[in-house]
T-cell receptor
Framework: EPEVTQTPSHQVTQMGQEVILRCVPI?????FYWYRQILGQKVEFLVS????????KSEIFDDQFSVERPDGSNFTLKIRSTKLEDSAMYFC????????????FGPGTRLTVL | RKEVEQDPGPFNVPEGATVAFNCTYS??????FFWYRQDCRKEPKLLMS???SGNEDGRFTAQLNRASQYISLLIRDSKLSDSATYLC???????????FGAGTILRVKS
């Protein structure tokens, strides 16, 4: 069964450093998403991406964040200058279509900012 | 008011029990509704979509009441493997973002 994959599974970084989280969505999917979950809290939407541009973003997704689809398979989330409060699990998701289509989640990258 | 509200639990039930979870949502424009399951430190996994007519998948039954903005999940004949956090999730008509509830913890004990 096709699945979303993410690398690395765990990333440790120093405050102020840049990190790039990588995702490979399901191959025939056209919509891509990033969510995050701070430990003990709910899953929160960050951004959705379709047709090589951001279609929606949340208040959390400020200028420190960016997304890119550098080639036909990868979808990346970059955090330019990490803060302690960026420590969280970051989930990538993809869906075949938008709207009501099911979003399938990857296993997540645990980001720890020291 | 939170966008999606759930009773956090935990619900501690014996194997074989029937357990019901409820969820309310605040945005009347919400169009799609789901129950996801999340195991500890893992990704959310779709359990089932929820339709206005209600739907059943084996031991799981989901109901939607649009007038009350209320969603429910019923689990019959609970198994140890059902122990997890159950996430109520909604999606608005005009966007693709999923809005998650904080989850309801279920612990099934032998």
């Amino acid at each position: 069964e096709p699945e979303v994959t993410q690398t690395p599974s765990h990333q440790v970084t120093q405050m102020g450093q840049e990190v790039i989280l990588r995702c490979v969505p399901i191959s025939n999917h056209l919509y891509f998403y990033w969510y995050r979950q701070i430990l003990g809290q709910k899953v929160e939407f960050l951004v959705s991406f379709y047709n090589n541009e951001i279609s929606e973003k949340s208040e959390i997704f400020d200028d420190q964040f960016s997304v890119e689809r550098p080639d036909g398979s990868n979808f990346t989330l970059k955090i330019r200058s990490t803060k302690l409060e960026d420590s969280a699990m970051y989930f990538c998701a993809s869906s075949e279509g938008g709207g009501r289509d099911t979003q399938y989640f990857g296993p997540g990258t645990r980001l720890t900012v020291l | 008011r939170k966008e999606v509200e759930q009773d956090p639990g935990p619900f501690n039930v014996p194997e074989g029990a029937t357990v019901a979870f409820n969820c309310t949502y605040s945005n009347s424009a919400s169009q799609s509704f789901f129950w996801y399951r999340q195991d500890c430190r893992k990704e959310p996994k779709l359990l089932m979509s929820v339709y206005s007519s209600g739907n059943e998948d084996g031991r799981f039954t989901a109901q939607l009441n649009r007038a009350s903005q209320y969603i429910s999940l019923l689990i019959r004949d609970s198994k140890l493997s059902d122990s997890a956090t159950y996430l109520c999730v909604v999606n608005t008509q005009y966007g693709n973002k999923l809005v998650f509830g904080a989850g309801t913890i279920l612990r099934v004990k032998s």
